[in-house]
């Protein structure tokens, strides 16, 4: 059994540097007529390992495009408000798309639609929306990563499968804060439409480099400083994040198994580097099985080095990805690698938003670096990520029920992880805004210990129906937690 001391030295170790960049933007046609199927005997693009991020501008749409037949709420009229886009090309193999824009203040108020093309049959969709948030998933302003100078305004994202075609509708429409000429609503400058591929991501083998075998090592190994060590094979950025879980699991796990109510205690020791009260340990529920960053294939020299953490976790807030719920649970890695590279290279922030991700067959993940025990800041719920976490569902629940597995995981990870700092998930919390569209900057807010994303930000988010399933999650955690 590894000693309180060393889980301390161990979790504040040094860290390595790490960069990301977006591939360059491919020329726009603003005219070309639909796309093909493929060829039969043509090859098919190979998807790249790493993942990728192709990035392409959209154009002005004039009245001819506007005609478009089959495109819902597109107008001719030449004073009706701004429409940009591109029109249907052949691209690499990508999976996920959203738009962002340069200024990440600045507001879209308008609809976004995309049409795309499937690698497997060669059809095209239908026309889909893409929701078009604006700041509420995003890091809290006047801290270190909202001022990087990276940070772009974007629309939710969307999985769409994997895909090889893709065409681009926005309409800008009236709307608080939107900018406005004699001819209409317009658009933020420097429109972009993203596409994600996750890439492929294959079992990782951690070596033994004392006697070449093959397995996962029991103990982490450092010099005297306690400086990361990463085992042959391993990248230093990827032992970075690894480290940070153990000793709950060996570096290079990729995941984290259950433990039962009486075993979780030892968590909450680590979480509280040895200062845990008696009488929080009685009310930790059970730790359910999480899957590593490395588990679901993580590209860690995407995020920015190190982790930021918080003094504490005082509430969780449930998101949905509203990213769609066209996904198999097989396919819920990918969905979150595509996420992730959303949220850092499209969107500017320095590591995925979100704290945790449930799919809906209920499996829990690992979602922003520096450790699952511990209190970690996410860009989750602009004003009210410091001392908070952020649970995102994956996939969209305004009009779809959540699924049961999905709502189960999130009272089994909120029992565990509020419990870890003596939270009691039917109670009320007060937290100071940070700032957002609904509370000013230091106010000082009573919220629910478990609140949806839209008790701290005016947003739809979590979605009318899981956010329908917070009270009973509310009563669900408190009783894995053993409360009376």
């Not at 969709?125 to 772009?152: C, F, K, M, Y």
């Not at 968590?267 to 099985?289: F, H, K, M, N, Q």
């Not at 960053?293 to 990805?321: C, I, M, N, Q």
Request: proline residues 7%; glycine residues 10%; positive net charge.
């Amino acid at each position: 059994m590894l000693s309180i001391a060393f889980m301390r030295g161990f979790l504040a170790s040094s860290i390595g540097v790490a960069t990301a960049a977006a591939l360059a933007a491919l020329p726009l046609a603003l005219s070309t007529p639909a796309l093909a199927a493929p060829s039969q005997g043509a090859a098919a693009t190979p998807v790249a390992p790493a993942g990728s991020t192709q990035s392409l501008p959209l154009g002005p749409l004039g009245p001819a495009a506007d005609r478009s037949p089959g495109v819902p709420g597109m107008s001719t009229s030449p004073r009706l408000p701004e429409s940009r886009g591109l029109p249907p090309r052949e691209v690499k193999r990508f999976s996920l798309v959203g738009v962002v824009w340069d200024d990440a203040s600045t507001q879209l108020s308008g609809r976004v639609q995309v049409r795309t093309r499937t690698v497997a049959t060669g059809t095209w969709s239908d026309w889909q929306d893409i929701e078009t948030h604006n700041s509420e998933h995003a890091p809290d302003l006047d801290t270190r990563e909202s001022g990087s100078g990276r940070v772009r305004g974007s629309t939710a994202p969307l999985w769409v499968g994997d895909s090889d075609g893709i065409e681009v509708r926005v309409r800008a429409e009236p709307g608080a804060g939107a900018p406005a000429t004699r001819a209409g609503a317009r658009l933020p400058s420097g429109m972009r439409i993203e596409l994600v591929d996750p890439g492929a991501t294959d079992p990782v083998t951690v070596v033994d480099a004392k006697n070449g075998a093959t397995g996962t090592a029991d103990e982490p190994e450092g010099d005297d400083k306690g400086d990361v060590v990463a085992l042959p094979g391993m990248t230093m950025e990827t032992a970075e994040s690894s480290s940070a879980n153990v000793p709950l699991a060996a570096l290079g796990a990729k995941e984290i198994s259950a433990l039962d109510k009486a075993d979780s205690t030892a968590d909450a020791v680590l979480a509280s580097e040895g200062t845990l009260s008696a009488a929080a340990r009685p009310y930790i529920g059970p730790r359910p099985r999480i899957v590593t960053r490395l588990g679901w294939g993580a590209d860690e020299s995407l995020r920015e080095p190190g982790f930021v953490y918080t003094s504490t976790v005082k509430a969780a807030f449930v998101h949905h990805t509203a990213s769609g719920n066209n996904y198999a649970c097989k396919d819920a890695p990918a969905v979150l690698r595509s996420l992730y590279r959303y949220h850092v290279v499209s969107s500017g922030w320095r590591d995925l938003g979100y704290n945790f991700a449930v799919d809906k067959c209920g499996t829990v993940y690992e979602g922003r670096a520096g450790g699952v025990a511990k209190a970690v800041l996410g860009a989750h719920t602009m004003g009210f990520n410091t001392d908070s976490m952020g649970v995102a569902v994956l996939g969209t629940y305004t009009s779809t029920n959540p699924p049961a597995a999905a709502v189960k995981a999130v009272a089994q990870l909120t029992a565990w992880k509020l419990g870890l700092f003596n939270r009691d998930p039917r109670a009320k919390t007060t937290l100071k805004s940070g700032g957002g569209n609904r509370f000013k900057k230091g106010t000082n807010v009573k919220l629910n210990v478990i609140s949806g994303h839209r008790d701290g930000f005016a947003t739809e988010c979590p979605g009318k129906l899981l956010y329908a399933q917070l009270p009973p999650t509310r009563t669900s955690s408190a009783k894995l937690q053993g409360r009376p």
